[in-house]
T-cell receptor
Framework: DAMVIQNPRYQVTQFGKPVTLSCSQT?????MYWYQQKSSQAPKLLFH???????NEADTPDNFQSRRPNTSFCFLDIRSPGLGDAAMYLC???????????FGAGTRLSVL | EDQVTQSPEALRLQEGESSSLNCSYT??????LFWYRQDPGKGPEFLFT???AGEEKEKERLKATLTKKESFLHITAPKPEDSATYLC???????????FGAGTRLAVHP
């Protein structure tokens, strides 16, 4: 059974139209991460939450925001998507003894 | 700056042809090295964690090894279903932020 669930799997939006991606987890992990992965590139961390403590990477554009209303859910908001934001967005969680990060299946975002 | 480099970028093998993938890393104070498998259009799937030089872990046809500067993922007698991108990563900074390599795209042909 999927433990990190991302919705939707595919999202198409228009240039400049806000979009929200969703992640939920059944692992009760206290850390949640959002990564951006462009084609044939390494996943790149955008930000993460330790419980409700938000941590932004220095090079994450202001266009990207995140919310974590409770332990189970985390959202990625892209306020004004540009063509360069088309990518796979991966959510991950960690909190076990070995600090392994478990990933969801990802959301593929297309910007028209 | 912490860094991970994987080679080769792509590898094509015949079914049954064993080979190795390389992951070189530069990190201040290694707190583990992670191997993931990623199928097209999906999220990375955890394979192994290695913590100290000399450590080895195995899973089916895969064996991961670790030295002080690099890790190898050995694939013995691969099958077409082993075709995927293999990513390695190291924790960096607080809360185990992972620095990933760009991956090795493995294609195994019958």
């Amino acid at each position: 059974d999927a433990m990190v669930i991302q919705n939707p799997r595919y999202q198409v939006t228009q240039f400049g139209k806000p979009v929200t991606l969703s992640c939920s987890q059944t692992l009760n992990h206290n850390v949640m991460y959002w990564y951006q992965q462009k084609s044939s590139q390494a996943p790149k961390l955008l930000f993460h939450y330790y419980d409700k403590d938000f941590n932004n990477e220095a090079d994450t554009p202001d266009n990207f925001q995140s919310r974590r209303p409770n332990t189970s859910f985390c959202f990625l908001d892209i306020r004004s998507p540009g063509l360069g934001d088309a990518a796979m967005y991966l959510c991950a969680t960690s909190g076990g003894a070995e600090d392994i990060q478990y990933f969801g299946a990802g959301t593929r975002l297309s910007v028209l | 700056e912490d860094q991970v480099t994987q080679s080769p970028e792509a590898l094509r093998l015949q079914e049954g042809e064993s080979s190795s993938l390389n992951c070189s890393y530069t990190v201040s104070g290694l707190r583990g090295l992670f191997w993931y498998r990623q199928d097209p259009g999906k999220g990375p799937e955890f394979l192994f964690t290695l913590y100290s030089a000399g450590e080895e872990k195995e899973k089916e046809r895969l064996k991961a090894t670790l030295t002080k500067k690099e890790s190898f993922l050995h694939i013995t007698a691969p099958k077409p279903e082993d075709s995927a991108t293999y990513l390695c990563a190291v924790p960096s900074g607080g809360y185990n932020k992972l620095i990933f390599g760009a991956g090795t795209r493995l294609a195994v042909h019958p």
